[in-house]
C-alpha cells in the first residue's frame, strides 16, 4: 500500500531549526513532484516548498514560497525514499500543521505549490513559541 509518513515535528522556540521527513513506501519518491504545504489555524492552506521530479526537464528543480525563502530547504534522500524540509530560524508565523504530498505523472510543481497529487501524508505539527 502506498503512502507518506511526516515526522519531525514539535515544539520549538523562535530562531530554533526543525527538520521535517517525509518517508514513501510502496512508491519510488524519485519520479514524483513533492510538495510542502502548511495550515494554521483559522487560515487557509499555504504552499510552503516543491521540488520536481527527476526524470522531467525540470530534473529536481526546488520552489519556495517568500516568506520562507533563504530558511527552508527541500531535499530528496534516493536511498531512503524520503524528503525532507530543513527548517531555520523559525518564527512564530511559521506554526501550523505541515503536510507532505507527492505526484506523479503529468502533475507538476506549480512554482512553490503542488496544486495536484496523488498521495498525502497525514500531517506533523509545527509550534514556534518561546
Known amino acids: 500500500q502506498a503512502q507518506l509518513v511526516e515526522s519531525g515535528g514539535g515544539l520549538v522556540q523562535p530562531g530554533g531549526s526543525l527538520r521535517l521527513s517525509c518517508a514513501a513506501s510502496?512508491?519510488?519518491?524519485?519520479?514524483?513532484?513533492v510538495g510542502w504545504f502548511r495550515q494554521a489555524p483559522g487560515k487557509e492552506r499555504e504552499g510552503v516548498s516543491c521540488?520536481?521530479?527527476?526524470?522531467?526537464?525540470?530534473?529536481?528543480?526546488?520552489y519556495y514560497t517568500d516568506s520562507v525563502k533563504g530558511r527552508f530547504t527541500i531535499q530528496r534522500d534516493k536511498a531512503k525514499n524520503t524528503v525532507y524540509l530543513t527548517m531555520n530560524n523559525l518564527k512564530p508565523e511559521d506554526t501550523a500543521v505541515y503536510y507532505c504530498?507527492?505526484?506523479?505523472?503529468?502533475?507538476?510543481?506549480?512554482?512553490?505549490?503542488?496544486?495536484?497529487?496523488?498521495?498525502r501524508g497525514q500531517g506533523t505539527q509545527v509550534t514556534v513559541s518561546s
Open positions: 521540488t520536481s521530479s527527476s526524470d522531467t526537464t525540470s530534473d529536481g528543480r526546488t
Open positions: 510502496g512508491f519510488t519518491m524519485d519520479y514524483y513532484a
Open positions: 504530498a507527492a505526484g506523479g505523472g503529468s502533475y507538476y510543481c506549480s512554482g512553490n505549490v503542488l496544486p495536484k497529487y496523488d498521495y
